[in-house]
T-cell receptor, first 112, second 116 residues
């Protein structure tokens, strides 16, 4: 089964720094998503992306977050100025034609 | 608004016992999809099943079975003859509506510990 690849698997950054999380999607999928999971808590929706623009976003996805698909392949989540509470596991997900959601293996972000 | 509730935060069983994980959902849509995901200690989310709102047939896959009941808005998951490798956090999730791109709303998860 095709996999969704996320890089890096773990990133440690200092508070206030910018981070970019990357996702390499399965080529023929149309819908892309970012979710996050604070340690020990549930998985929360951040944003959905379709046809190179945001289609839906949650309250968590404020001005410090942005997404793009710069080269038509990689799908990125940028956090402009990280805060301690941004520490979480971030999952990229895609939705294929049959309606299934495929999740990447996640990036664990630690803000110190 | 959509909501998923997994009332059991943690369950502990001994190997070979059967265990049922409960999931109750809320939605105003008549078209929706329900999912179960497994999150092992390694952290990834592993897809287990997807069910649409028009298909109330129960499903069995090996030791796993799912009971979907629209009358009680529940989509429960049973593991028969549990094994230590089943130890994980299990999430129930809901995707609402006919729009293909709708996001998933997750429940809070149930941590299952299977002891040898």
């Amino acid at each position: 089964e095709p996999e969704v690849t996320q890089t890096p698997s773990h990133q440690v950054t200092q508070m206030g720094q910018e981070v970019i999380l990357r996702c390499v999607p399965i080529s023929n999928h149309l819908y892309f998503y970012w979710y996050r999971q604070i340690l020990g808590q549930k998985v929360e929706f951040l944003v959905s992306f379709y046809n190179n623009e945001i289609s839906e976003k949650s309250e968590i996805f404020d001005d410090q977050f942005s997404v793009e698909r710069p080269d038509g392949s990689n799908f990125t989540l940028k956090i402009r100025s990280t805060k301690l509470e941004d520490s979480a596991m971030y999952f990229c997900a895609e939705k294929g034609g049959l309606g299934g959601y495929t999740f990447g293996s996640g990036t664990r972000l630690t803000v110190v | 608004a959509q909501k998923v509730t997994q009332a059991q935060t943690e369950i502990s069983v001994v190997e070979k016992e059967d265990v049922t994980l409960d999931c109750v959902y809320e939605t105003r849509d008549t078209t929706y999809y329900l999912f179960w995901y497994k999150q092992p200690p390694s952290g990834e989310l592993v897809f287990l099943i997807r069910r649409n709102s028009f298909d109330e047939q129960n499903e069995i896959s090996g030791r796993y079975s799912w009971n979907f009941q629209k009358s009680t808005s529940s989509f429960n998951f049973t593991i028969t003859a549990s094994q230590v490798v089943d130890s994980a956090v299990y999430f129930c999730a809901l995707s609402e509506g006919r729009n293909a791109g709708n996001m998933l709303t997750f429940g809070g998860g149930t941590r299952l510990m299977v002891k040898p």
